[in-house]
């Protein structure tokens, strides 16, 4: 051993491993750290679903609702959150599973907080949906109001929340099928977008109702 | 660069894979226990989670789903189904658009892979029942045939149920 030390030629002392290593851990960890204070800035709660930041104010808009009656939309005047997603009722897959899972993270919100939320479906099917048969599709899938807006303020409303839809395999002025986008839109109370899931992340019940209680208890006034 | 080895490469292996793939499958016992599993048919395949979608009704369509398993070596196509409760029963499948929009598209066929699953279910592949003759109730089975492009049969009863 001690043969060996002599043969290292003379110069600066070499860095101790363990301290190459300390230093390469540490360069490691104030990346880490820095991404993760860098998303925590953007984003204090770890959304599950795409979070806006920085909250933008959601769009007003108006209807007419499942009894008939004018309906509005007035961000941050209803005191409450409003989940907001596109739909409409002849609408046989995605529209259904959307309205029962928001129904099972309703069921799954304490009493109080379900009073501070409403669930709201725009048809993009005005032309069909009438007001009974919205009134059946939502309150046979869960609890919402659903919305009938007639063109061409629809399109409006739906490009203003970044939602999209088109009529495809026309087989008839009453037959047709609507593509549309399967987002679900989070308004909070103080009336800005705070977060928008798609369906397919509703499943996860316990998740989507964590973030929907996060924005319940800190709405952006 | 020279392209020439990894060509011969790819031509070898075009040549060895199927070979080989075809040598695993027949060393397998062939699924005897499958007949058994299935009544009345000669198709290797397995049903669960069958059901129907309970729709309000007013609604006029609605969609079928199931997990079908292939305990065959031989892929299963399906072409067709039959229900007695729609006009029209068609095969269907979702895609997005570019925009992000998603719809349905009906496909002429639908396969079960040779000893693996096909999973039916609202947001993919998926059965289509139209025009409804009657309203459903939640809890009746409803008696679905799926049809294969050999003409071979399988009576799946699927309960009507909320998702």
Redesign the interface.
Known sequence: MSDESRSVPPGPRPRPWYLSAGLALLAVALVLGGAWVYARVQSPFPFYGTAYTPPIPAPAFRGTDQDGRPWTFTPGATGRATAIFFGF??C???C??TL??IERVRQALSEEERQKLDVVLVSVDPERDTP??LK??V???GKAQGIRIPEPALSEVARSYGA???K??LKGPQDY??????AIYLVDAGGKLRVLWD??QLPAVERVKRDLTYVLENPRL | MNFGPLLGALALASVLLPVSATASSASRPAPQTAQTTVSAVRLPLVVREARV?A?????????AGMVLRNLGSKPIVLTAFRSDVAARNELMT?HH?A??????VTVKSLTVPARGELVLK??GD?L?LMGLKRPLRVGERLTLTLVTADGQTLTVRAPVQ??
Request: proline share 11%.
């Open positions: 009722t002849h046989p897959n995605i259904p599973l029962a899972y009974e048969r059946a599709y309150e046979y899938f999209g839809y088109q495809v395999d099928q609507v593509n549309h986008t399967t369906y397919t | 979608m729709v309000p009704p007013t609604a006029t369509e609605t969609s979702m658009d925009q992000g929009r998603m719809g349905m609202p947001g998926h289509m909320k998702p």
